[in-house]
């Protein structure tokens, strides 16, 4: 998958670079609207992360250029702005998804990956159904024997990464790697601490911890 950055702030925009690449991604990056409409016009890539206030060409400007030429490609749009009707204006012009500013890694992730793969299947989200625990990777919804069960946007994050992996052994190091921004340089055992509230929301006997090797989640039974 190759995604195209778009965004004149300098170091958020290597940082989410770096972000995506560990995550798999092909990254170019830009920070000038001008290039960015050029970039997004010649190269074949997946998904345009677009910040809206450009020099040269603002986002909104380069996204409706994008469309008027036929290019569907998905576009996250990223803004400091946060007016509901900033939000329409972005997605008027053809933008798929907005994010405001200062936002989330693990949000743009899951955007993301939600787009990409709108994209590929052309259907709805996938879901994962583990005996009576059903996971929703698109809509972030998480059920129980058919009844909601209320996450938080990272509590939700740590629970997919082992639902992604239901039998297998999941690393605290790969929870860190796949839900903490990749700079986060805090206490490692704020996983222990996410890891105790899903048992507490979901049931103590869904996530066994496997001493001195991470956790692994069980069936849903």
């Known amino acids: 998958m190759r995604l195209l950055i778009v965004e004149d702030e300098k170091r958020l925009a290597l940082s989410l670079a770096k972000g995506l690449t560990a995550e798999g991604y092909a990254v170019d990056v830009v920070h000038d609207g001008r290039e960015g409409l050029y970039r ?19 986002g909104y400007r380069v996204c409706s250029a994008l469309r008027a030429a036929g290019n569907d490609v998905p576009i996250l749009m990223l803004t400091a702005k946060d ?22 890694y693990v949000v743009l992730v899951a955007r993301i990956k939600a787009l990409l793969r709108r ?4 259907a709805g989200s996938p ?26 946007t990272k509590e939700f994050a740590v629970l997919e990464q082992l639902a992604l992996h239901a039998g297998q052994v999941v690393s605290k190091a790969h929870i860190l790697d796949h839900v ?42």
């Open 40 to 58: 997004a016009s010649e190269g074949a890539y997946d998904l345009v992360v677009l910040d809206i206030m450009l020099p040269g060409l603002n």
């Open 83 to 104: 007016g509901e009707y900033d939000e329409a204006e972005g997605l008027d012009t053809g933008a798929d998804d907005y994010l405001t500013k200062p936002f989330s």
């Open 119 to 122: 994209r590929n299947t052309g």
């Open 127 to 152: 879901v994962l159904t583990l005996g009576e625990l059903r996971v929703d990777t698109g809509a972030h919804q998480v059920f129980r024997d058919g009844t909601e069960i209320p996450l938080t």
């Open 180 to 221: 903490w921004d990749f700079a986060y340089d805090g206490d490692p055992n704020i996983v222990e601490v996410y890891i105790s509230n899903l048992r507490r929301k979901l049931g103590a006997g869904l996530i066994r911890t496997i001493r001195g090797a991470g956790y692994r989640l069980e069936s849903g039974r």
